[in-house]
């Protein structure tokens, strides 16, 4: 990956294998936050409020795709499968390891300033599922 690569991190999506997505720019990887119930009730003990975590919310991951190219793989599969579940893998940089997930593909294109057309990856994390 070249200048425009995120900080080192790599995002991959599986097209038959998985295949690096070029161009993207700086972007977070959220982990799943869980939803915080408040349980408070009159017996609380010392009138302390009392949360609890419950069911962990999906997150999504918003990716800047710098210089969109029709002529990628990657970005024609991104809109073949636009709308649908698919999987990918996300590496950290100065990870070794990837972390495997399924995720829902929404796109945004922007108009082309001096001939660069931009994209915005939107992916919504679909389930808890293992990515076949």
Do not use: C, R
Request: hydrophobic share 40%; aromatic share 8%.
């Amino acid at each position: 990956m070249g200048a425009s690569a995120a900080k080192g991190a790599i995002l991959q999506g599986k097209n038959t294998t998985y295949q690096t997505i070029t161009n993207t720019g700086d972007f977070d990887f959220p982990m799943p936050a869980p939803v915080i119930e408040d349980i408070t009730s009159h017996s609380t003990s010392a009138n302390q409020e009392e949360k609890f975590p419950t069911i962990l919310q999906a997150p999504v991951i918003s990716v800047p795709i710098t210089a969109w190219d029709d002529s990628a793989t990657m970005h024609a599969w991104l809109v073949t499968n636009n709308g649908t579940v698919q999987a990918f893998k996300y590496t950290g940089a100065g990870h070794a390891t990837a972390f495997a997930f399924n995720a829902i593909i929404e796109l945004t294109f922007s108009n082309a300033v001096k001939g660069v057309k931009k994209a915005v990856l939107k992916l919504t994390v679909a389930n808890g599922d293992t990515p076949s």
